[in-house]
């Protein structure tokens, strides 16, 4: 199964790096670094889906890919 897709950018108005996973609502962290980010979002996106779970919610399928890997497949 592919996971899900994540997005890191640095943001100005935070003073830090974002990362969020768009196939979950407001699944998001924030981190000093890229790599502090990424780790955060990861924790993030497990609790998203236990979460989710728990109250009997749809755990979407990993589906969005950024165009520059659609045009690759």
């Known amino acids: 199964m592919k996971d899900y897709h994540i ?3 640095y ?3 935070d003073g830090g790096y974002i990362a969020d996973v768009p196939d979950l609502s407001s699944c998001s ?3 000093n670094t890229p790599e502090e980010a990424l780790a955060e979002v990861e924790k993030a996106k ?3 889906i236990e979460s989710a ?3 009997g919610k749809q755990v979407p399928a990993p589906r969005y890919r950024p165009a520059i890997y659609q045009a690759a497949t």
């Open 7 to 9: 997005n890191i950018f």
């Open 53 to 55: 779970k728990a109250e």
């Open 29 to 31: 962290a924030f981190g």
């Open 46 to 48: 497990e609790a998203w």
């Open 11 to 13: 943001s100005d108005e």
